[in-house]
């Protein structure tokens, strides 16, 4: 059986050419060839022994997730289309700026916290992807858009904000941030990696100690009752719970501030009374906070707060001395818009098995 060398960071392909044989500085040239270079070929890896290109080819592979569709919005976000296997297919969403190019990558087939406003969720979970398949998304992106390993980068940031709970699938996507953080695989800083939790406390703890990038927390809510039913994962981590690992998080965090995301669901959430709770409930915790415009889906029950009001939120918010941004529509002719990213899901959880067949799958990204 070949190791599929995308599975493993630094330390991974250092225990494997050990058990081959190799001295450790092979691991590192190896590893440039993958992510610094998106080779795939061991006969182009030139510096490396002939011989040693043949055991390669005998014992190991490189094999990113297949990419099924590359869509181009007229904003110039790119929308990827992984298949994962067993029926199973993720997305992947790239949206350039003027200053940073931004990759949205996932991190699990479906997810299994169910979310009142997220369609994901409502679908069900499969499984978690593997190193492999989280960092091939990087991998296979960077290849599609043509990037120079010697010119500027064009991936300058990655949010693990696609579908699936990051911190459910801990130990694959730590393995993953590592290879993104690594000087020589993608040599990105810790401040341009973002991962999006919804409060998965015990992990949150385990981040900041193995390695802390920067964090946003999905929050949605002001109080457990509310939180409890958007957000069912707050039933075991309430926001007492929640705010005291942000606050534990903070010392080794990339930014001296975390990233509080609020999805506005008109007379839910939205009301002047709900900002003020919000600013009493985050006041020790230096932070700032996103907006999201919601993006309804069938039988979601919910509806999006109008721009007046998401405008009159942000002021609240702002007037106390608050960072507030609101996110910004993008790629949604190609449906790669917040909320709209769409793959497909085995349920594996019994979720939507009620429905005889897979469920499209919508997530909030950027």
């Not at 499984?127 to 960092?135: D, F, G, K, Y």
């Not at 696609?162 to 993104?180: F, S, T």
């Not at 920067?214 to 719970?241: F, G, M």
């Amino acid at each position: 059986m070949t190791t599929n060398l995308l599975d493993l960071d630094a330390a991974g392909l250092n225990e494997f050419f050990a058990h081959m044989g190799e001295k450790p500085f092979r691991a590192k040239q190896v590893l440039r060839w993958l992510h610094r270079f998106g080779e795939s070929d061991f006969d182009a890896m030139t510096d490396i022994a002939k011989s040693l290109r043949v055991k390669l080819k005998d014992q190991a592979c490189i094999v990113p997730p297949p990419m099924l569709s590359d869509k181009k919005s007229e904003d110039g976000t790119r929308k990827f289309l992984f298949d994962v296997g067993g029926g199973n297919a993720i997305e992947t969403v790239f949206i350039p700026e003027v200053d940073r190019g931004t990759l949205c990558i996932s991190t699990q087939a479906g997810c299994a916290l169910d979310c009142a406003f997220c369609s994901t969720g409502k679908q069900g979970f499969n499984r978690n992807l593997t190193v492999a398949e989280i960092i091939g998304q990087l991998w296979q992106a960077n290849k599609a858009l043509g990037f120079d390993p010697k010119g500027e980068r064009i991936i300058s940031n990655v949010v693990l904000m696609g579908m699936g709970e990051p911190l459910a699938n801990y130990d694959n996507v730590l393995l993953a941030l590592r290879l993104m953080l690594d000087d020589n695989a993608y040599g990105l800083s810790r401040r341009r990696v973002t991962l999006s939790t919804s409060g998965i406390v015990p992990a949150m703890d385990r981040l900041s100690q193995d390695c802390s990038v920067a964090l946003a927390v999905s929050l949605h809510a002001a109080n457990d009752t509310l939180r409890d039913r958007l957000v069912p994962i707050n039933r075991k981590y309430p926001l007492a719970e929640l705010m005291a690992a942000c606050r534990r998080y903070l010392p080794s965090a990339p930014r001296d501030f975390l990233t509080f995301e609020y999805i506005m669901l008109e007379g839910i959430n939205d009301r002047d009374a709900d900002a003020h709770e919000l600013l009493r409930l985050t006041q020790d915790v230096p932070c700032k906070f996103n907006l999201i415009p919601f993006n309804p889906f069938p039988r979601s029950g919910f509806r999006r707060s109008s721009a007046e009001r998401v405008r009159r939120f942000a002021e609240i918010l702002m007037a106390a001395g608050v960072v507030t941004t609101t996110r910004r529509t993008r790629g949604d002719d190609i449906d790669a818009a917040c909320g709209q990213l769409a793959g497909q899901v085995l349920d594996r959880s019994s979720r939507s098995t009620r429905a005889g067949k897979s469920i499209p799958v919508v997530e909030t990204a950027l």
